[in-house]
């Protein structure tokens, strides 16, 4: 099946810095991504959604300006925790879209802000 | 506007016995079905889908579900579970024809005792 990438596969940062994460898909074009983030034993909950060449659109609550979304190739979308502070401690998934019908997601990436 | 429900946040079977984990959905429009599996610190991996062909369909893993317009429902099956098969399992519906949001359910963690 189709194969999503995450880097890093955790992070530990200081409060007040800024943390990327990319998400790849690997053997196939993605004009559409998704950002998830899951707190411990809860369900997913959707952050944005990554068109590439074009605007991240934003689930109601969510920051764009805290969590900034670039999708700039079909087979590249990243996320920016920018100034994380310990609240931002989360594990993050992305999903890619194969243009069909189907998500495929990756392995997620833990983030501990300290 | 969709929804899922997943019936039970908890299952414990014995190794061998039936796995029957419960999913009910409510859609205005024809869905497409899904279930992901998770296990501790991973992101999601898709064990099987319905996207309005066959209503019975076979995943991964052993793993079937089938879909019933009629109770609205998309229960996941296995008939002899393994040690293996802990983890947690989420039920998602979306739109059809679209790269459209997940909508997940609240996830069930299947416990497989001796």
């Known amino acids: 099946g189709a194969v999503v990438s995450q880097h890093p596969s955790w992070v530990i940062c200081k409060s007040g810095t800024s943390v990327k994460i990319e998400c790849r898909s690997l053997d196939f074009q993605a004009t559409t991504m998704f950002w998830y983030r899951q707190f411990p034993k809860q369900s997913l909950m959707l952050m944005a959604t990554?068109?590439?060449?074009?605007?991240?659109?934003?689930e109601q609550g969510v920051e764009k300006d805290k969590f900034l979304i670039n999708h700039a190739s079909l087979t590249l979308s990243t996320l920016t925790v920018t100034s994380a502070h310990p609240e931002d401690s989360s594990f993050y998934i992305c999903?890619?879209?194969?243009?069909?019908?189907?998500?495929?997601f990756g392995p997620g990436t833990r983030l501990l802000v300290l | 506007a969709q929804s899922v429900t997943q019936l039970g946040s908890h299952v414990s079977v014995s190794e061998g016995a039936l796995v029957l984990l419960r999913c009910n959905y409510s859609s205005s429009v024809p869905p497409y079905l899904f279930w992901y599996v998770q296990y501790p610190n991973q992101g999601l991996q898709l064990l099987l889908k319905y996207t309005s062909a066959a209503t019975l369909v076979k995943g991964i893993n052993g793993f079937e579900a089938e879909f019933k317009k009629s109770e609205t429902s998309f229960h996941l099956t296995k008939p002899s579970a393994h040690m293996s098969d802990a983890a947690e399992y989420f039920c998602?519906?979306?739109?059809?024809?679209?790269?459209?949001?997940?909508?997940f359910g609240t996830g069930t963690r299947l416990q497989v005792t001796l």
């Open positions: 999903s890619a879209w194969d243009g069909v019908e189907t998500q495929y």
């Open positions: 990554s068109n590439e060449g074009s605007k991240a659109t934003y």
């Open positions: 998602a519906v979306s739109r059809t024809g679209t790269a459209s949001k997940l909508t």
